[in-house]
């Protein structure tokens, strides 16, 4: 099963369900993702209406929880090495995660921040979880995925050293990201083998090919880990979402991944490109978001039919 | 005017409104403070019953977002001290904050955890806002104070070095906090300046006085600063919490305070009281918590009445 929130100024949205091929919506009787959640229940109603994914807010607008992971390790190491920091040998063993901005924007909605911010995207798998207890194992948390939805974590690099220098993670760094227009079942979710999934996440820059990762490779930490992690010390109420952290695959060489345009995998987030432009040329070439730049990120099923709707944003003029 | 969130088994309670005196309540129009906060609006309803501080929940269960300063630099410059850890000059005008937990538990709530991940309170004052549009300044962001109330920070010592050595803040070592059962707007808030509290949270460790500072000392960084550099890089919609950090206050000869037994305001969390005393005599002699252990934590108004209701909390058996 598919599902959306209408944005229809309310601020959790209006719950409704969507047909597979994203064409029809009916709504629910609960009004909104949270109290179906809360209810533990989704019914949808009989009535069917047009659906436009360019009505959607943020699945779920404001989450219990968000913790975010960096399961990609691969992206961890090259952002690090960009910004100068080693990678301790623990981060392949133990996860890497932050408590991150609990409301989440809408998939058309504008990303407004100063340019010199260096504004990045990054293209994630994320998960909604129902209510975890505290203490959950690795196989257990997998079985408390509710739906599977894509994020763009907007990241503003120029901040994040001064802040992560002070010790006590990101703030003013990490502004709320953006959900997909539309959750997936993990019944429902072609390439998902009930931890990870499987299957090229498109991220398009300014209408070219930036990213054709496999969010099936190279991720070291699967959901059930990432859950199990963040619910050690506590229960996690039902609407919590957990994300993947960049995707990153490296190279068949085990190198660091060539650009799409080289016929590559390309990258989830500039940051990435980046490192790699200095490691292939000495110096980084493209820059970060500017106003005006759009990012599109989605995924497609094997007849190409998109899976999660698409994230598509636009940088807003500043300030 | 007071307010409270009954904990009805629903996850965001039943708010009420209660009287100054703490004796009797009234429902509201809106069932849970969330929704008034949606609505802005608060409507207590004319049908009086009387009030149980013990039937209280958290005021607002699932915050909107919960961003957490250190306000007290005295507090970090001792809690780093303990750690062996050196502060940044620059903590002294750049104010330090994480994003924390945004589900919280309730004043009567057990503490949950292994002993040995060294269980600490943080005796807090925080606010709950309206919504704070993205980039203002101090003087706007204190405007937008909707309620203060009082939280306990729980934390888990041991685990807090290895988690900042990973550079991305607490996760695992900042689970849920406790809120007071009551929430106080600032209009009849006495001590309240409209950016700091003024009064002496009083802590109680086992039934023994632990702390006594003076929440209006010491406050590098007042709420309308902590709010403003919350909101620099996004909005913070209706239902956000900011904290204070651990109150803490210097003694009155600059020195890093002395225990209320030695006639000292004493402090707000274990973890400074063992700092002082391996600065008084070489080695910290205060454990933290063990099951079975208490720790209230609360504030009154001149006349000694309860201002903010009891956090009362036992450290429950483990496992």
């Known amino acids: 099963m598919k599902i959306a929130s209408l944005d229809d100024g309310s601020p959790d949205g209006a719950l409704v369900v969507v047909s597979d091929d994203l064409r029809m919506q009916r709504p629910c009787t609960d009004r909104t993702l949270r109290d179906a959640l809360d209810m533990k229940r989704l019914v949808p109603e009989l009535t069917e209406q047009p659906f436009d994914e360019g009505s959607c807010g943020a699945v779920l607008p404001r989450a219990t929880q968000f913790l975010d992971g ?67 194992s690795a196989d257990e948390a997998a079985g408390f995925i509710e739906y599977v939805l894509l994020i763009n974590d907007i990241s503003l690099r120029a901040l994040i050293p001064d802040e992560l220098s002070k010790g006590f993670g990101f703030v003013q760094s990490k502004p709320p990201s953006a959900t997909s227009p539309l959750a997936v079942t993990p019944a429902a979710l072609p390439g998902w083998d009930g931890r990870k999934l499987h299957g090229i996440l498109h991220v398009d820059l300014n209408g070219q090919p930036f990213g054709r990762a496999n969010a099936g490779v190279d991720m070291t930490f699967d959901f059930g880990t990432l859950i199990a992690h963040a619910a050690k010390t506590r229960p996690l109420p039902a609407g919590t979402i957990i994300g993947s952290g960049t995707i990153s695959n490296r190279d068949a060489d085990e190198g660091p991944g060539q650009p799409v345009a080289r016929g590559g995998r390309g990258y989830s987030c500039i940051a990435e490109q980046r490192m790699v432009e200095t490691i292939l040329t000495g110096q980084a070439h493209t820059p970060f978001l500017r106003p005006g730049d759009t990012v599109k990120i989605w995924m497609q099923d094997d007849a190409g039919r998109s899976i999660f709707g698409t994230i598509n944003q636009k940088v807003a003029p500043w300030p």
């Open 70 to 136: 960096s399961a990609y390790v691969n992206h961890v190491d090259l952002v690090r090495r960009a910004r100068g920091a080693d990678m301790p040998p623990s981060f392949w063993t133990d996860p890497l995660m932050y408590q991150g901005c609990s409301t989440f924007i809408g998939p058309q909605d504008d990303i407004t921040g100063d340019p010199d911010w260096g504004i990045d995207f990054e293209a994630e798998i994320a998960v909604i979880t129902g209510d975890v207890p505290q203490g959950a």
